[in-house]
Structure formats: C-alpha cells, structure tokens
C-alpha cells in the first residue's frame, strides 16, 4: 500500500519518504531539517497506530502546518469522525483511486492550478 501511494503523489510531482511503521514515522519526521507539507498515514500501522500518530504530529507546534490525510479500510463515520478530531485533514477509504488521492490533495490546497508541488519540502 506503501508503495501504491507512493507512487500516486510522485506522479504528482511530491517527493516521496516511506516509514514502515508509525513509530519510524515519527522518528523520520524528528530527523526532517524541514518538516514535509504532507503526510499520508494508514489507520491500522505496527507500533504506533495512525489515531495516535496524528495525535503526536498535532502535540507539537514544529508540526502544526503538516497536511494529514489517513488512509484506511476503515470506514465507519466514527473513526472517520475521531481521525478527523485527533488532527486529520482529510479520510480516504480503501480502495482508493489515483483520483480520490488527487482530489483530497485539492481540497487541501496541495495541488491543482497554480500550485507546484516541487520545490519546498513537498
């Protein structure tokens, strides 16, 4: 799945890190000189799950301006509701589509006209 979206926000011009579990993650994230504009984050992850990854990326003002989007099987509106509460920007619920990711990108101002994924940490 990593590699999926991966390769969907690459194609979109984003620069790519993967982290294979929340805890790398995060500590990818302590180790960033710049924070990304972006993170795409599963609900269900080793170690650290996403509800509290997002919880730990919101708990530190370095952080703040971080666009979260969780990606999940998960689809019932109160996990849903509770990602969304916790600091996530925007829900996408597996299978998704090239399309659906684009879209939630827009909708947070990350692509679309006029907006150039690269340079600047993306």
Sequence with gaps: MRM???????SLGF???EADNGRTGLEALGDMAVPPDLVLVDW???EV????FVAAVRSRPD????SIIMVSTEGERT????ALAAGAH??????????AIEDKLSLLGLT???VSPLPGGR
Aim: charged letters at 30%.
């Design 15 to 17: 620069e790519t890190a």
């Design 79 to 82: 996990r849903i509701a509770r």
């Design 112 to 114: 679309g006209a006029g």
């Design 90 to 99: 925007e829900y996408v619920i597996k299978p998704f589509t090239r399309d």
């Design 49 to 52: 799950g996403g509800l509290e």
């Design 4 to 10: 999926i979206l991966s390769r969907i926000v690459a």
């Design 63 to 66: 952080w703040r301006d971080i």
């Design 44 to 46: 269900n992850m080793p």
